[in-house]
């Protein structure tokens, strides 16, 4: 189907796809065109203005903060990212999950800032964001704010974005000593959508020999429910245990709250659930005996 008629504006710096935004209220921003354009063509989406940002260099850097924080541009793609020295250096568990996305064609166009403000449940970046308590900067006709990821997602498809905000950047704070990071999903087909996934942020301290020790950090999400969740009760009975298989599968059995999943033709929720109780184990699993940890 033919993309309906509409303006196309591809702004030269983020102030003039601000002004861009801020001019016509029912413009969009277009980066990797993945979604967007087959929304456009489905017609269940109707913007005047498509304001493509996807080739501004100014949202497509990768750069360290004194203190460790990562700052990854918006409109980066999942290669620029999964290829990223640095990304690969500081967060390999984000690196090595961005290159399994989907296949060549999508981590090609496909953006960081596009995953995010989708707001599709189903995407892979939501519940690790959330796990790794990383913020999302956002700049619009009322100037610059950071967003918790954990406060950005409030229903499918609807994000925190206000009306011609454009997100610029990803920060990912550092990860302290002892910390690790495992993500896990389990997907309908190798290339298809996800029934569930987990991302876990897990500090172990004071390892014994065996490589086991204490945890003292935990932070859990689950995605493929309406939004991206963290789990309290698992966290607060992983935290304080010790790092084994045993201990982290009995909190797992906690997993699960305010998760809601749907139930369709692929699976019912309590199916969904079940199964994001096992990629929280495993998520956590994987980061507690990462030998970096
Ligand atoms: C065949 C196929 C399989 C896929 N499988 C997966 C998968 O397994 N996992 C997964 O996570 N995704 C998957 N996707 C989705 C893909 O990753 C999309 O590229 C992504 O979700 C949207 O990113 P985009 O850069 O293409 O954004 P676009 O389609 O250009 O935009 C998506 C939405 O985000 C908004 N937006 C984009 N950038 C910004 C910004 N900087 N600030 C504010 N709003 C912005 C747009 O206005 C639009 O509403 C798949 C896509 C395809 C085509």
């Not at 100014?58 to 980066?76: F, I």
């Not at 990304?87 to 090595?96: G, Q, S």
């Not at 994000?159 to 999903?185: F, I, K, R, W």
């Not at 199964?275 to 994987?286: K, Q, T």
Request: charged fraction near 20%; charge should be negative; aromatic fraction near 4%.
């Amino acid at each position: 189907m033919l993309l309906p008629e509409l303006e196309y504006i591809r702004p030269a710096t983020v102030a003039e796809a601000i002004d861009a935004l801020a001019a016509e209220r029912n413009a969009r921003v277009l980066a990797g065109g993945q979604t967007l354009l087959n929304a456009l063509k489905l017609r269940i989406v109707h913007p005047a203005a498509l304001v493509d940002v996807s080739r501004l260099e100014e949202l497509r850097q990768v750069a360290e903060e004194p203190d460790g924080t990562l700052r990854l541009g918006a409109a980066l793609t999942y290669d620029e990212l999964a290829g990223n020295a640095l990304v690969r250096e500081r967060h390999a568990v984000t690196a090595a999950m961005t290159s399994r996305i989907v296949d060549r064609q999508v981590r090609a166009r496909g953006t960081l800032g596009g995953n995010v403000c989708l707001g599709d449940p189903t995407s892979n970046f939501p519940p690790l964001l959330v796990a790794l308590d990383a913020r999302l900067v956002v700049q619009g006709p009322a100037g610059t704010r950071e967003i918790a990821a954990e406060q950005f997602y409030l229903a499918p498809y609807m994000t925190a974005l206000e009306p011609g905000e454009l997100l610029t950047e990803v920060l990912l704070p550092p990860l302290a000593d002892g910390e690790a990071v495992g993500y896990e999903s389990l997907q309908v087909g190798i290339d298809s959508w996800a029934l569930a996934r987990a991302s876990a942020l897990v500090r172990v301290q004071s390892r014994d020999g065996n490589g086991s020790g204490t945890i003292t950090a935990a932070r859990v999400a689950l995605g493929c429910g309406p939004v991206p969740v963290r789990q309290p009760a698992m966290e607060a009975a992983l935290i304080g245990g010790p790092a084994t298989r045993d201990a982290i599968a009995a909190a797992a059995k906690l997993a699960g709250e305010a998760f809601d999943p749907p139930a369709d033709v692929h699976a019912t929720a309590q199916y969904r659930t079940a199964m994001a109780r096992v990629m929280a184990r495993r998520a956590v699993i994987s980061a507690a005996t990462t030998k970096e940890a």
